[in-house]
């Protein structure tokens, strides 16, 4: 009975070890795959529905983020902190590899080993002795063991170099973690950069549709009035044909400037998590105050930025992690010893004894691994040299990164101010010829042409200083700051001006 039982338990751990290997979910080829995935991702993206397909027999949720009310700059950014998906991605590979460090420290764990035995001979194998001096048999065939066997062991081990070795995968595994948390820290310091730009991009879209709007419905209220005029012949038909033509102009700028608008504010919903049909209203900004001039020595700028840049962080890291490479290859040269302790049973009725202790150690050495050892050895040395020189070049493009920026800076700081005095000089003159227009001493059409020039003056100072505030984000993004809790820029450490512009 307790063999046909021992039978039927080897059989069911046959069959779950054939369904564990061999899986028991159909496969699926990758055109029966996307259309199995293509559903929930139609879902999700559209933000009609937040349930995803089943997968492995479980439904999951995600939910769509949503607005309401205006959204501020800052707002924005904060936002896309948290939602941006791929700051998402990046935290999920954050969250991988601090499972591989939890099992790269459950790797320094001893082996503890559990065997059993169940076996059945189809005869007895029994022996015999010879006398090694005559050749005579000196005992009579005799057998020692059972037709059936029945064993069971449990031994602990402890591979010291295999120790050792963990230790090190474990520091390597945590420096790993560490530099997953960095690029998470550098996806969020361009994310603060893209947002701003499609931000103050989507503004100044936005703010020169609308006053080209404007000008639109009082272009639209004047050609009514030139066509009249055309028509009872007080002014010749060449000027109300280039009125007309100034009229279409701006209905064509109007529209590119309301398409410009919407691409951006596409793409800052992208940055920010949304599905690109939410809606929401940006706040706008105030285009009338600008920051001055930034006073900084230079020499400051370039330490903060070699001292706070994730990428050398990272690089350092690696280097590290190469470091401990060539510790671990010099380890594999060193033999291994095992200490170890055995617990047996064996049901065996010849035994006197069926169960016992065993404890010792273990030393073994693979001798012609050594050159394999040796050569990953100057593998790593070499990787090592790799990693400071890509660093040397990293803070070198640091640097560069930096030097631009702040020269970009400068160069739109001075046309903000241009562009600021050019708009005011086009205003001042759209006002004069409406007056000398409506005093009949120019033509209807200097008057269209006048207020298109004002609107072209405006949009260029908006996006002038739209320019600039990306620029000043592109500084801080290349000094490695960071934003707040809060989701507020960290202000410069250096003096400051702060030069408000007023409208004449």
Request: negative net charge; proline residues 4%.
């Amino acid at each position: 009975m307790r063999k046909r039982a021992d039978l039927k338990l080897m059989y069911v751990l046959m069959a779950v070890t054939l369904l564990l290997f061999t899986g028991c979910a159909p496969k699926k080829n990758p055109e029966q795959l996307r259309a199995f995935n293509v559903e929930g991702d139609i879902k999700f993206t559209s933000g009609n529905a937040d349930l995803l397909p089943p997968t492995a027999g479980k439904t999951k949720v995600i939910a769509l983020p949503t607005l309401s009310g205006t959204l501020s700059l800052d707002d924005a950014i904060a936002y896309a902190m948290t939602h941006n998906l791929d700051a998402a991605v990046s935290k999920e590979e954050e969250n991988v590899q601090r499972e591989m460090e939890t099992a790269a420290m459950l790797r320094m764990l001893p082996s503890l080993i559990a065997n059993a035995e169940r076996s059945w001979k189809s005869q007895h194998v029994p022996s015999k002795s010879v006398n090694y001096s005559t050749g005579e048999e000196s005992l009579a065939p005799s057998i020692s063991s059972e037709l059936e066997t029945s064993t069971e062991s449990v031994e602990l081990s402890w591979d010291l170099l295999d120790l050792a070795v963990n230790v090190n995968r474990w520091r390597q595994a945590g420096d790993r973690v560490q530099m997953r948390k960095l690029q998470m820290q550098r996806v969020k310091q361009n994310l603060a950069l893209d947002v701003t730009g499609a931000y103050l991009r989507a503004v100044v879209a936005k703010e020169a549709a609308k006053q080209a709007e404007t000008v639109m419905k009082y272009a639209l209220e004047r050609q009514e009035i030139i066509e009249k005029q055309m028509e009872m012949n007080h002014i010749p038909k060449v000027d109300g044909l280039q009125s007309s033509i100034d009229i279409a102009e701006l209905m064509i700028r109007l529209t590119r400037y309301s398409d410009e608008y919407k691409a951006a504010k596409t793409e800052l919903a992208r940055l920010m998590g949304l599905s690109p049909s939410t809606p929401f209203e940006l706040k706008g900004v105030d285009f009338l105050a600008i920051p001055g001039p930034i006073r900084i020595d230079s020499e400051d700028l370039d330490r903060e930025a070699l001292l706070n840049r994730p990428e050398l962080f990272e690089l350092d890291l690696e280097e590290k992690i190469s470091a401990k490479e060539a510790e671990i290859s010099i380890m594999r040269m060193f033999p291994a010893l095992t200490p170890f302790a055995r617990y047996q049973h064996d049901d065996n009725k010849y035994l006197t004894r069926h169960d016992w202790f065993v404890s010792g150690l273990r030393l073994s050495w693979d001798l012609l691994s050594i050159p394999q050892s040796s050569a990953d050895h100057s593998s790593a040395l070499a990787r090592s040299k790799l990693i400071q020189k890509r660093r040397m070049n990293m803070a070198m493009a640091v640097l560069t990164q930096l030097r631009l920026a702040t020269i970009e800076y400068d160069n739109y700081l001075r046309q903000v101010e241009q562009a600021y005095e050019l708009e005011n000089l086009r205003e001042e003159l759209a006002r004069e010829v409406h007056l000398q227009v409506e005093n009949g001493r120019l033509k209807e059409s200097t008057l269209l042409n006048a207020d298109q020039l004002f609107i072209v003056a405006h949009r260029a100072r908006l996006t002038a200083y739209a320019r600039l505030m990306t620029a000043r984000q592109r500084i801080l993004n290349s000094l490695g700051r960071d934003w707040d809790e809060h989701g507020k820029e960290i202000a410069f450490t250096s003096d400051e001006l702060s030069v408000p512009l007023t409208a004449k």
